[in-house]
């Protein structure tokens, strides 16, 4: 996909391969906030979780035993946030399916506020 700046990756400024196997790739934009956060990528354009292959799935896994690794090893976070986005309406901006791995700090302010955060969250409850 010619616009996708996980496709083509000198769209988005300091992105980087971190590490990559045969389907996919872990990339990392130089972040302020929490360091170490990176998406893994299928490196073919799939654009929901929903449309990765099931040897992706296999090679996600895989990347991703290989970032907790490395996560470990430089950041020694207290533990991650891990997610999908899907959609417009679940928060996904970029239309290529990517996994969020967001190591976790103690010494954060929202230490301890997960997914299930904004899943209970009385403010997020549909008016219907």
Same mark, same amino acid.
């Given at each position: 996909? @010619? !616009?996708?700046?996980?496709?083509?990756?000198?769209?988005?400024? !300091? #992105?980087? *391969?971190?590490?990559?196997?045969?389907?996919?790739? &872990?990339? #990392?934009?130089?972040?302020? *906030?929490?360091?170490?956060?990176?998406?893994?990528?299928?490196?073919? %354009?799939? @654009?929901?979780? &929903?449309?990765?292959?099931?040897?992706?799935?296999?090679?996600?896994?895989?990347?991703?035993?290989? *970032?907790?690794?490395?996560? @470990?090893?430089?950041?020694?976070?207290? !533990?991650?946030?891990?997610?999908?986005?899907?959609?417009?309406? !679940?928060?996904? /901006?970029?239309? %290529?399916? %990517?996994? /969020?791995?967001?190591?976790? &700090?103690?010494? @954060?302010?929202?230490?301890?506020?997960?997914?299930?955060?904004?899943?209970?969250?009385?403010?997020? #409850?549909?008016?219907?």
């Amino acid at each position: 996909m @010619e !616009g996708c700046p996980l496709c083509n990756l000198a769209l988005q400024e !300091g #992105q980087q *391969v971190v590490l990559q196997n045969q389907l996919c790739r &872990f990339l #990392q934009i130089p972040q302020e *906030v929490l360091i170490g956060s990176g998406l893994i990528v299928p490196i073919a %354009h799939r @654009e929901t979780v &929903f449309d990765v292959t099931p040897e992706e799935w296999t090679a996600t896994y895989e990347m991703l035993q290989e *970032v907790k690794a490395l996560l @470990e090893e430089q950041y020694k976070p207290g !533990g991650y946030t891990i997610g999908w986005n899907c959609g417009t309406a !679940g928060g996904q /901006h970029i239309m %290529h399916a %990517h996994l /969020h791995i967001i190591p976790r &700090f103690q010494d @954060e302010p929202l230490a301890g506020k997960g997914i299930r955060n904004w899943l209970k969250s009385k403010e997020n #409850q549909r008016k219907i």
